[in-house]
């Protein structure tokens, strides 16, 4: 399935020309994954890194570990490869939705050298992680386009400058907002800072037809949406989550700001109280419901929300753009998914072969048209057929380019851990924002110790 007439014959000479562009691009891209993951290599012994295994060998069934994917995009993939490779079969072992519960069950079967994992989908913030630990192989440099995807993708796939994973999809935090009723309050913009975004809601809020619907929600469960919602606070206020060395900068002036503006609008109910619960399909459904008028959320929800089948209740009223910030437009995490291959995998080379497959340029276009997906090829987001089709793509790539990463570090479970501890104690209420952002750097500082 495609999303544009494909008869641009000019493309391969584009992509051709692309490829030499970005050749020094992504090089360099790679190269500094050494420097973002500093801290990785505290409190665990994984010896020099190795070179792309030359040892990608086996051929038969494999088994494709991933969370749920309730567009079908995934099976469809799956599905194709299936049909043209009857001796090599794939097997989807569909892990929770929860990412902390996924995370939990890929690192405990690499614990035991379990075989039963072929093809892992991470979320890319694991994926230094697994490579450290020696959990993934590394694939080799001439398997995958490296040089014609997103830069930015290519680096979240590389730990020590080897690339240990193909980029999936990216992703980036999007605003969504209630287009139809800021024109109703006479809104012609959408929100760039958090006190432009209040000011939107209590216009909005005061109309009838708003009756009984609330501001503004993220991702507050504790789970990693918790992490990636403070993460993207705290840059959006001016702050960072760690230096330029990998030491934690949590209990600063500006994660303060940036805490208490979650706090404070649990408090003042600009957040809904119920939002302490939301994960991202949550969000999704209270906004699609027509229950709130801003939302932060991944590109991947922009479908549903545009369906005309009376599913939902927000198609064409709504807009998209950049997530505000303190003083301006705020700092997106980034996002998206990789694809590698497990260690302790029988039949590599078929699982080397599927990931090329799984991630190729027509499987990726097949998926944004089901999942709204955002695919790691950039031409996409370039292409005036499809940004007419998905008019979020320029927005996505615009905040792509701004976007920071969570802290890449081997440890990175009981890092992140250890902020949804703190940081949904503060917005229950549990502790002062003061107090958790102490205790908070307290922890990361003996984590990255070690």
């Given at each position: ?241 760690s230096d330029a060395d ?18 404070d609008g649990f408090e ?156 949904y104690a503060a917005l ?23």
């Open positions: 399935m495609t999303v544009h007439d494909p008869t641009t014959k000019k493309k391969e000479q584009i992509m051709m020309q692309r490829r030499r562009d970005r050749r020094v691009l992504v090089g360099l891209a790679v190269a500094a994954t050494a420097a973002i993951a500093l801290t990785a290599c505290a409190g665990t012994s994984t010896g020099s890194t190795p070179a792309a295994d030359d040892a990608l060998e086996g051929r038969g069934p494999i088994q494709y570990v991933s969370s749920p994917d309730a567009s079908g995009a995934a099976q469809e993939t799956i599905d194709a490869w299936n049909a043209d490779h009857p001796d090599e079969q794939v097997t989807w072992v569909e892990l929770p939705l929860d990412a902390d519960q996924q995370r939990q069950q890929m690192v405990q079967n690499a614990q035991v050298e379990g075989d039963s994992y072929s093809v892992l989908n991470l979320d890319v913030v694991w994926t230094s992680e697994f490579a450290a630990n020696r959990w993934i192989t590394a694939l080799p440099e001439d398997s995958i386009p490296f040089d014609e995807e997103i830069p930015a993708t290519v680096e979240a796939a590389s730990y020590r400058g080897t690339v240990y994973a193909a980029p999936y999809y990216t992703d980036g935090a999007l605003l969504y907002s209630r287009s139809d009723l800021l024109t109703a309050a006479g809104i012609d913009a959408a929100p760039q800072t958090w006190a432009e975004m209040q000011d939107a809601c209590d216009a909005v809020l005061a109309l009838p037809e708003a009756a009984d619907m609330s501001c503004y929600a993220g991702q507050f469960d504790k789970n990693e949406g918790l992490t990636v919602n403070f993460s993207e606070a705290v840059n959006s206020a001016g702050g960072s989550m990998g030491n934690p900068t949590v209990d600063t002036p500006e994660a303060l700001a940036a805490l208490n503006f979650l706090v003042s109910g600009m957040i809904p109280r119920e939002a302490i619960t939301y994960q991202e399909e949550q969000g999704r459904q209270a906004f699609q419901e027509g229950n709130l008028v801003f939302l932060r959320n991944w590109p991947y929800i922009y479908k549903s929300l545009s369906a005309t089948d009376g599913s939902s209740n927000v198609a064409g009223k709504f807009d998209i753009s950049a997530i505000p910030g303190e003083d301006g437009l705020g700092v997106s995490t980034l996002g998206g998914r990789n694809i590698a291959i497990s260690s302790f995998a029988e039949n590599k080379a078929t699982a080397l072969d599927f990931i090329e497959f799984f991630t190729s340029r027509e499987q990726q276009e097949a998926r944004l048209a089901l999942s709204s997906r955002a695919p790691v090829f950039s031409e996409f987001f370039e292409d005036a057929a499809i940004t007419e089709q998905y008019p979020y793509l320029p927005t996505l790539l615009a905040s792509l380019d701004n976007a920071q990463p969570r802290p890449k570090v081997v440890q990175y479970g009981a890092t992140t851990a250890a902020i949804q501890d703190e940081i229950n209420g549990d502790k002062t924002a003061e107090a958790a952002l102490a205790d908070l750097q307290e922890k990361l500082t003996a984590i990255t110790a070690g």
